[in-house]
């Protein structure tokens, strides 16, 4: 019931096409949704973030789409580009845990 | 400001050595998080301190065990090495104490590898 599960596990994309990648979680506890994204040799650094009451999110070319019903989440890179090629993680936790529980990575690859 | 620092970057050990590796939050911010990540698992969470008390616990054997001093600089502690703790070490930190909703903000890391 902790588990977040996350595909697909790799996505290649054209530059300027659309990456889409979906989470899904079953623990209904579970009240924070962020997206972090990590390049080759660095950390993971967060893109965006979500709470259940609300059912979209956007921030430039990153938009989340939660569906609480379905208990599933996902991201959407609009305009994808070379440099968004790295690997993306979704991520849930309770609001009162410090506990990120991860999904296992998409590896994005935009083609120029 | 600087960021979350991590020392040393890489290290070797062999099987049955202990280790220890050092995290500093950004200035001002007193949670600190660490992440195991390996292909296999993928990010697991291993704990997490605040005001040098540890908030919340992983699923992961007491070999694993941590502290974080006055000043929030934290270290992690790994006994007895096995070749399963080979691994990126990851240290978060996060400035405000209501919960995981605030950033955490993650260092570059520490490669453990276990011969």
């Known amino acids: 019931q902790q588990q977040v599960k996350q595909s697909p596990q790799s996505l290649i994309v054209q530059k300027g096409g659309i990456s889409i990648i979906n989470c899904a979680y079953e623990?209904?506890?579970?009240?924070?949704f962020p997206w972090y994204q990590q390049f080759p040799g660095k950390g993971p650094a967060l893109l965006i973030a979500?709470?259940?009451?609300?059912s979209e999110k956007k921030e430039g070319r990153f938009t989340i789409s939660f569906n609480k019903s379905a208990k599933q989440f996902s991201l959407h890179i609009m305009d994808s580009q070379p440099g968004d090629s790295a690997t993306y993680f979704c991520?849930?936790?309770?609001?009162?845990?410090?506990?990120?529980?991860f999904g296992s990575g998409t590896r994005l690859l935009v083609r120029p | 400001k600087a960021g979350v620092t991590q020392t040393p970057r890489y290290l070797i050990k062999t099987r049955g050595q202990q280790v220890t590796l050092s995290c500093s939050p950004i200035?001002?911010?007193?949670?600190v998080s660490w992440y195991q990540q390996t292909p296999g698992q993928g990010l697991q969470f291993l704990f997490e301190?605040?005001?040098?008390?540890?908030?919340n616990k992983g699923n992961f054997p007491g070999r694993f065990s941590g502290r974080q001093f006055s000043n929030s600089r934290s270290e992690m502690n790994v006994s007895t090495l096995e070749l399963g703790d080979s691994a990126l070490y990851l240290c978060?930190?996060?400035?405000?104490?209501?919960?995981?909703?605030?950033?955490?903000?993650f260092g570059p890391g520490t490669r453990l590898t276990v011969l």
């Open positions: 991520a849930a936790s309770m609001y009162s845990s410090y506990k990120l529980i």
């Open positions: 978060a930190s996060s400035s405000k104490t209501s919960g995981a909703s605030d950033t955490q903000y």
């Open positions: 200035s001002g911010h007193r949670s």
């Open positions: 301190y605040f005001s040098e008390t540890q908030r």
């Open positions: 623990n209904t506890a579970f009240d924070y």
């Open positions: 979500i709470r259940p009451d609300v």
